[in-house]
T-cell receptor, first 118, second 118 residues
């Protein structure tokens, strides 16, 4: 089945130690997103890619970076995790049709990576 | 600015009861899209429905139904004859047309936690 896969499911890292979360998709979608979701809150968009074009949200901390080496993969790098970065991180994909100005198609989410900071 | 309000933070019902989740939104766009997502305890966000602003027909899918009323800016969701497997957090979301990006920026409501007891 076509899907969005996030690895690992659970990640533990130390305060200040860089960590990378990965996301892959078999949907061949041209848009990929990273969200942060803290307990009992709605997901918060960090950034997204349209193909290789990177779009950062204004309030995303510089500590968060992303890479998309190809259509199928996208990575979230947290350079120096703080205790406040402990959260669920969700990857999502959607398709933007060539004739449309923006994607209004549903986003398809992975299972998420739950990040803990020691 | 766009806003989505889910006034009910938690609803508890007994199996087989109906439950209605309220969603009220604010937007200046004349064209917009509304979504409902389900987030079970396992964490992934599952797409349920997308509705565009020009389509006010109600929709039914199995035990799920949606009532879109543009005049009151509401997009309510009803689960008929609830089951334990319906226990989850449900998010209503509004797509935002961002002129800086090609992706679909979703404005999420705060979510409503539904607990269905046997």
């Amino acid at each position: 089945d076509a899907m969005v896969i996030q690895n690992p499911r659970y990640q533990v890292t130390q305060f200040g130690k860089p960590v990378t979360l990965s996301c892959s998709q078999t949907l061949n979608h041209n848009v990929m997103y990273w969200y942060q979701q803290k307990s009992s809150q709605a997901p918060k968009l960090l950034f997204h890619y349209y193909d290789k074009d990177f779009n950062n949200e204004a309030d995303t901390p510089d500590n968060f970076q992303s890479r998309r080496p190809n259509t199928s993969f996208c990575f979230l790098d947290i350079r120096s995790p703080g205790l406040g970065d402990a959260a669920m991180y969700l990857c999502a994909t959607s398709i933007r049709d060539p004739g449309q100005f923006y994607s209004n198609q549903p986003q398809h989410f992975g299972d998420g990576t739950r990040l803990s900071i020691l | 600015a766009q806003k989505v309000t889910q006034a009910q933070t938690e609803i508890s019902v007994v199996e087989k009861e109906d439950v209605t989740l309220d969603c009220v939104y604010e937007t200046r766009d004349t064209t917009y899209y509304l979504f409902w997502y389900k987030q079970p305890p396992s964490g992934e966000l599952v797409f349920l429905i997308r509705r565009n602003s020009f389509d006010e027909q109600n929709e039914i899918s199995g035990r799920y139904s949606w009532n879109f009323q543009k005049s009151t800016s509401s997009f309510n969701f009803t689960i008929t004859a609830s089951q334990v497997v319906d226990s989850a957090v449900y998010f209503c979301a509004l797509s935002e047309r961002s002129f800086k990006a090609a992706g679909n920026k979703l404005t999420f409501g705060g979510g409503t936690r539904v607990l269905v007891k046997p």
